[in-house]
């Protein structure tokens, strides 16, 4: 296993247009995360998975953005009728979380990210 | 809320000299995890260091060195004796132990070493 995939690693599309995004986490890792990131800014948490459930959505998540985990392993983002504003980095991430204590640690590892353009 | 600041937008250095990058977090929680990132231009986030909010002991690795202060909810990140691959955008990051274990990423500081 080498890490976290994401596919594409760019994309440009015109507005208006759908784009869907892939991220294969590290076998076997049960939570999943979508972060964006603009430029100048650093990666803002997007949504997550808990195997294949979302369990929260940031608001910074519009109606236009939908994502899933059918099966629990890889997840996919679309974004539905693009606008300028969506360009950016989108990253993903996953992390194994065994036990939820207080005392435990659950290292996320993250993707190469797919940078989306908007023209 | 949880909270991360990074009040150094941009520094440059010249190559060899020592640079400390600034890192300020706003948490409720008592336990929670530290982190600092590395984004080179490639794009990628590469992982440099984690802390535990239990464990203020400072860390050293090489010429990157931490500084964790709990009473200033400090986590500062110093290069000793800089190089222009240390050249990047740095990230301090925070994740509080919660159902949720999101990470909240500061805007990060982008670090010119001149040669």
């Known amino acids: 296993d080498t890490g976290v995939s994401q596919n594409p690693r760019h994309k440009i599309t015109k507005r208006g247009q759908n784009v869907t995004f892939r991220c294969d986490p590290i076998s076997e890792h049960n939570r999943l995360y979508w972060y964006r990131q603009t430029l100048g800014q650093g990666p803002e948490f997007l949504t997550y998975f808990q195997n294949e459930a979302q369990l929260e959505k940031s608001r910074l998540l519009s109606d236009r953005f939908s994502a899933e985990r059918p099966k629990g392993s890889f997840s996919t983002l679309e974004i539905q009728r693009t606008e300028q504003g969506d360009s950016a980095m989108y990253l993903c991430?996953?992390?194994?979380?065994?036990?939820?204590?207080?005392?435990?640690?659950?290292?996320?590892?993250f993707g190469q990210g797919t940078r989306l353009t908007v023209v | 809320a949880q909270k991360v600041t990074q009040a150094q937008t941009e520094i440059s250095v010249v190559e060899k000299e020592d640079v400390t990058l600034d890192c300020v977090y706003e948490t409720r929680d008592t336990t929670y995890y530290l982190f600092w990132y590395k984004q080179p231009p490639s794009g990628e986030l590469v992982f440099l260091i984690r802390?535990?909010?239990?464990?203020?002991q400072n860390e050293i690795s090489g010429r990157y060195s931490w500084n964790f202060q709990k009473s200033t909810s400090s986590f500062n990140f110093t290069i000793t004796a800089s190089q222009v691959v240390d050249s990047a955008v740095y990230f301090c990051?925070?994740?509080?132990?919660?159902?949720?274990?999101?990470?909240?990423f500061g805007k990060g500081t982008r670090l010119h070493i001149l040669p």
């Open positions: 991430a996953s992390s194994l979380t065994i036990i939820s204590r207080r005392d435990s640690y659950n290292e996320a590892f």
């Open positions: 990051a925070l994740q509080e132990v919660d159902r949720d274990d999101k990470i909240i």
């Open positions: 802390r535990n909010s239990f464990d203020e």
